[in-house]
Every structure is written in structure tokens, then in C-alpha cells.
């Protein structure tokens, strides 16, 4: 971790620009490219136009996760250490440091877009306080990747399929879902699933359609079952010494600039959903992504009843223990919130 900070470090000044005195420099780490067009599209152009759009005097200093060489699991770490003033965190890799950001996401309680917006404004000021405590650390918005479903290198047909695979997870949450049907789930970075599908290390893995489109998962895969699990919620988060530090007129801009932002991204995220899994399995219109042809498996009603079930029957319960051994408030503050909503 210290030689990958100190190697970003010296991006960071090997990439800044002289700026007066008075103008605001803010160090942003970015989506991996790898991760596809929600970075490219959205997410950078973003940052590069960012004293246009939010109003602010501001030098915008850019780095892509993976280019700084940095894990994606470390995204709360490098916000406390202050070395980037500005963090798109990956929400289900940075749950193993701050587990409350899992409460966004936990299988079965997102099964589409309006929900899980819902649920994610429900519980924010949980997790933001949390954040705040204990990485110094502000939340600035989140927003989903997109519905992450099943790929597979092995033919399969159904969830019960799983049995006796590995399947690449991104957070405890699917680990606890997919032991239910006999499989082991193995975390990996994103930047490191293709080849470990190609080699075996892992036989299914679980993410977005688009982004399994940028990452080339369909060149090794066979099969894609398109059910809903979670929407891999993600969001922005600022270093709380930068953010104070700035006047309140400038804090109002760089917020509104965001939630722009994250409103875009939740736009976009759904239209490249239909669109990714089109190019995955070689349908048409196929707009943004590259054409394959892997199989998509049926969802029976059998696979639907046990997502929806997932929530109450494993990952809600092991969450809960998780979050509460770092936040003992934890269950009861989502149960107030979410839970509350829910009807739990």
C-alpha cells in the first residue's frame, strides 16, 4: 500500500499545473478504464470539463484507478490519507473496509432501478456518517453500475448450476448468496477476472453486462444468466479536510456539479443495461459495445423466488453481523431506514 501511494504521489506532482494562488486544485481518482463506459463516457469527461460545468476556479487533477496501480479495494484508505481530495469509490470492493456502504446493495433488495434509488437516499445519511467517522471522508452521491448478473465459462441453466463452482464475487453479500447453491465465491479485482476465467482460477463471475462487455468476459465465457442480484452501487466521496476547506459558495457548487453527476450516471446505467446485454449475446440494436454470442440462460420463476428471498434468508443476516462488529448501530439504523421502508 505505501509503495502504491507514494507511486501516485508522484503522479500527482509529476502531473500538476501551476495555478494561481486563489484557484482551487482538487486530485481526483477515477473508475478503472477497464471498467468500461461509465468511466469513459461519464465519468472523466466529467472531471475534465469540471470548471466549466460546476462554475468553480478549479484545476482538476485525473487519474483512473487502475493507471495509478492502486486496488480498488483501497478507495476509503487513499480518501483518509488525503493523497486524493476526490474518490469514485466501488462500493461493494470498499465495503470489506466500511461495511455500512454493503447497505446500499445487499442481494435482493435492489431488483431494478427505481428501488434501488429509493433505498439508496434511504440509507445515504447512515453511510455518510459512518464515512465521516471513520475515514474523514465525506459522501458526495452514489449511483449504480448496473444490474450484475452470472457469467459463465461452464453451460449452465439455472442458480442451482453453481454447484461446486467458483464464482468471482464482489462483496460478502453475493459470497453468502451463491454459498447457498454449493458454490464458493472468490473476490478479485475486476482488472483480473478475464484472465481468471480463461485460466480456470474462477469459473463464473459476477458483474454489469457492460462492463463485462469492455472487459472482454464474453471472449471466455459461454454463458450469461441475466438475473438480477444487485445494482453495484458506487459513489463519490470527498477527502473531509478538502471539503472544509473550502467556502460555503464553493461547497454548494462542487455538490450541485455532482449531483448532476450521479443523476446522469443512474440515467445512463440503465440504458447501457439493455443495450450490453443485446451485444453480449449478439441481438440487436447493439449500439455501444462489442458483438458476441454467448447463450443467456432462461430465469425461472425458481431463480426470482430465491434472489428475492436472498435479502432476509442470507445476505441481510450476515451484513448485519459484519456491520454491527465495526458499527454496533448498524442493523438498527437500516432497519429504521430501509427496513422501515420495506416493512421489515
Request: aromatic residues 6%.
Amino acid at each position: 500500500m505505501t509503495r502504491l501511494l507514494a507511486s501516485a504521489a508522484a503522479f500527482c506532482l509529476a502531473g500538476a499545473v501551476a495555478a494561481p494562488a486563489d484557484t482551487v486544485t482538487l486530485r481526483v481518482l477515477g473508475q478503472p478504464v477497464g471498467s468500461g463506459l461509465i468511466q469513459q463516457q461519464k465519468e472523466q469527461p466529467f472531471f475534465e470539463r469540471f470548471a466549466e460545468t460546476s462554475g468553480m476556479d478549479v484545476a482538476v487533477e485525473y487519474l483512473p484507478v487502475d493507471v495509478a496501480g492502486i486496488p480498488d479495494t483501497d478507495g476509503m484508505r487513499v480518501l483518509r490519507t488525503g493523497l486524493f481530495d476526490i474518490v469514485s469509490v466501488r462500493g461493494p470492493q470498499v465495503s470489506r473496509d466500511e461495511p455500512a456502504m454493503l447497505g446500499l446493495d445487499l442481494v435482493g433488495l435492489n431488483p431494478d432501478f427505481e428501488s434501488g434509488r429509493a433505498n439508496a437516499e434511504a440509507f445515504l445519511p447512515v453511510v455518510d456518517a459512518a464515512v465521516q467517522k471513520r475515514f474523514n471522508a465525506k459522501l458526495l452521491g452514489v449511483w449504480p453500475a448496473g444490474p450484475q448478473v452470472v457469467f459463465c465459462k461452464p453451460e449452465i441453466g439455472s442458480l442451482a448450476d453453481l454447484e461446486g463452482l467458483k464464482v468471482r464475487v464482489g462483496d460478502q453479500s453475493a459470497a453468502a448468496f451463491v454459498g447457498q447453491f454449493g458454490a464458493t465465491g472468490v473476490p478479485l479485482p475486476f482488472g483480473e477476472v478475464q484472465q481468471s476465467l480463461a485460466r480456470g482460477v474462477v469459473d463464473c463471475a459476477i458483474t454489469g453486462p457492460s462492463s463485462a462487455n469492455s472487459g472482454g468476459w464474453p471472449e471466455v465465457t459461454t454463458t450469461v444468466l441475466p438475473i438480477a442480484l444487485q445494482l453495484a452501487m458506487n459513489g463519490y466521496a470527498i477527502n473531509l479536510d478538502t471539503w472544509n476547506a473550502l467556502e460555503p459558495a464553493q461547497q454548494d457548487q462542487l455538490q450541485a456539479a455532482m449531483d448532476t453527476l450521479v443523476s446522469d450516471i443512474w440515467t445512463y446505467s440503465e440504458e447501457l443495461y439493455t443495450d450490453a446485454m443485446n451485444c453480449n449475446t449478439g441481438q440487436e440494436p447493439c449500439t455501444h459495445g462489442t458483438p458476441y454470442a454467448l447463450t443467456a440462460a432462461p430465469v425461472s420463476d425458481a431463480d426470482l423466488a430465491a434472489v428475492s428471498q436472498a435479502l432476509v434468508g442470507s445476505s441481510l443476516p450476515a451484513w448485519t453481523a459484519q456491520c454491527n462488529a465495526v458499527t454496533p448501530s448498524c442493523e438498527a439504523d437500516w432497519m429504521a431506514t430501509v427496513g422501515a421502508k420495506l416493512g421489515l
